[in-house]
Protein backbone atom coordinates (compact mmCIF):
# COMPACT_ATOMS: atom_id res chain seq x y z
CA UNK A 1 0.00 0.00 0.00
CA UNK A 2 1.52 3.15 -1.52
CA UNK A 3 2.55 6.34 1.94
CA UNK A 4 -0.91 7.98 0.08
CA UNK A 5 -3.13 5.13 -0.05
CA UNK A 6 -2.24 4.59 3.78
CA UNK A 7 -2.34 8.77 5.06
CA UNK A 8 -6.08 8.20 3.08
CA UNK A 9 -7.17 4.87 5.22
CA UNK A 10 -6.07 6.65 8.37
CA UNK A 11 -7.60 9.95 7.70
CA UNK A 12 -10.85 7.97 6.85
CA UNK A 13 -10.33 5.63 10.35
CA UNK A 14 -9.44 8.69 12.72
CA UNK A 15 -12.24 11.02 11.00
CA UNK A 16 -14.43 7.73 12.52
CA UNK A 17 -13.31 8.00 15.67
CA UNK A 18 -13.88 11.44 16.29
CA UNK A 19 -17.38 10.87 14.70
CA UNK A 20 -18.18 8.26 17.28
CA UNK A 21 -16.90 10.22 20.19
CA UNK A 22 -18.57 13.18 19.64
CA UNK A 23 -22.11 10.72 19.42
CA UNK A 24 -21.04 9.03 22.40
CA UNK A 25 -19.91 12.02 24.56
CA UNK A 26 -23.79 13.75 23.29
CA UNK A 27 -25.14 10.04 24.86
CA UNK A 28 -23.50 10.75 27.68
CA UNK A 29 -24.22 14.30 28.67
CA UNK A 30 -28.01 13.56 28.11
CA UNK A 31 -27.99 10.65 30.14
CA UNK A 32 -26.29 12.71 33.51
CA UNK A 33 -29.48 14.84 33.00
CA UNK A 34 -31.76 12.04 32.42
CA UNK A 35 -30.65 10.46 35.50
CA UNK A 36 -30.47 13.75 37.49
CA UNK A 37 -33.69 14.85 37.17
CA UNK A 38 -34.78 10.51 38.09
CA UNK A 39 -32.14 11.36 41.10
CA UNK A 40 -34.33 15.10 41.65
CA UNK A 41 -37.50 13.48 41.54
CA UNK A 42 -36.38 10.37 44.05
CA UNK A 43 -35.04 12.80 46.27
CA UNK A 44 -37.97 15.03 46.58
CA UNK A 45 -40.24 12.08 46.86
CA UNK A 46 -38.26 10.94 50.05
CA UNK A 47 -37.94 7.73 48.22
CA UNK A 48 -36.64 4.62 49.31
CA UNK A 49 -32.89 5.00 49.98
CA UNK A 50 -31.53 2.14 48.16
CA UNK A 51 -33.11 3.74 45.20
CA UNK A 52 -31.69 7.09 46.15
CA UNK A 53 -28.46 5.79 46.77
CA UNK A 54 -28.51 3.85 43.39
CA UNK A 55 -29.87 7.06 40.82
CA UNK A 56 -26.88 8.57 42.86
CA UNK A 57 -24.34 6.40 41.41
CA UNK A 58 -26.08 6.23 38.24
CA UNK A 59 -25.42 10.11 37.86
CA UNK A 60 -22.06 9.70 39.13
CA UNK A 61 -20.95 6.94 37.17
CA UNK A 62 -22.44 8.83 33.66
CA UNK A 63 -20.45 12.07 34.96
CA UNK A 64 -17.38 9.52 34.82
CA UNK A 65 -18.12 8.69 31.21
CA UNK A 66 -18.50 12.12 30.37
CA UNK A 67 -14.73 13.04 31.39
CA UNK A 68 -13.47 9.91 30.17
CA UNK A 69 -14.79 10.46 26.53
CA UNK A 70 -14.26 14.14 26.28
CA UNK A 71 -10.52 12.77 27.41
CA UNK A 72 -10.49 10.09 24.14
CA UNK A 73 -12.06 12.88 22.08
CA UNK A 74 -9.57 15.16 22.90
CA UNK A 75 -7.30 12.74 22.15
CA UNK A 76 -8.71 11.41 18.56
CA UNK A 77 -8.65 15.22 17.95
CA UNK A 78 -5.38 15.79 18.52
CA UNK A 79 -4.18 12.63 16.00
CA UNK A 80 -6.78 13.80 13.64
CA UNK A 81 -5.37 17.11 13.67
CA UNK A 82 -1.69 15.82 13.12
CA UNK A 83 -2.76 13.64 10.46
CA UNK A 84 -4.40 16.67 8.61
CA UNK A 85 -1.10 18.53 9.46
CA UNK A 86 1.11 15.27 7.43
CA UNK A 87 -1.96 14.43 4.70
CA UNK A 88 -1.91 18.27 3.64
CA UNK A 89 2.08 17.43 2.57
CA UNK A 90 1.21 15.34 0.03
CA UNK A 91 0.18 16.96 -3.36
CA UNK A 92 -2.22 14.37 -4.32
CA UNK A 93 -4.31 14.69 -1.41
CA UNK A 94 -5.42 18.35 -1.88
CA UNK A 95 -8.46 17.26 -3.27
CA UNK A 96 -9.56 14.17 -1.79
CA UNK A 97 -12.52 13.29 -0.63
CA UNK A 98 -11.42 11.89 2.66
CA UNK A 99 -9.30 15.33 3.69
CA UNK A 100 -12.11 17.64 3.09
CA UNK A 101 -14.59 14.94 5.30
CA UNK A 102 -11.78 14.82 8.10
CA UNK A 103 -11.45 18.62 7.88
CA UNK A 104 -15.34 18.91 8.43
CA UNK A 105 -15.23 16.65 11.20
CA UNK A 106 -12.57 18.33 12.75
CA UNK A 107 -14.00 21.83 12.49
CA UNK A 108 -17.54 20.12 14.04
CA UNK A 109 -15.39 18.59 16.89
CA UNK A 110 -13.51 22.12 17.57
CA UNK A 111 -17.50 23.96 17.22
CA UNK A 112 -19.19 21.40 19.31
CA UNK A 113 -16.40 21.37 22.44
Given amino acids: MSDTAATRKQLKIKAGVVKR ?4 LALYRAEVLENGKKLESLTATKGES ?5 ASNLVRESENMVRDTTTRLERATGELEDLLTSAKRHAELEEDPELREA ?3 LSAAHSSA
Avoid: G, R, S
Fill in 21 to 24: YQKE
Fill in 50 to 54: WDVKN
Fill in 103 to 105: EIV
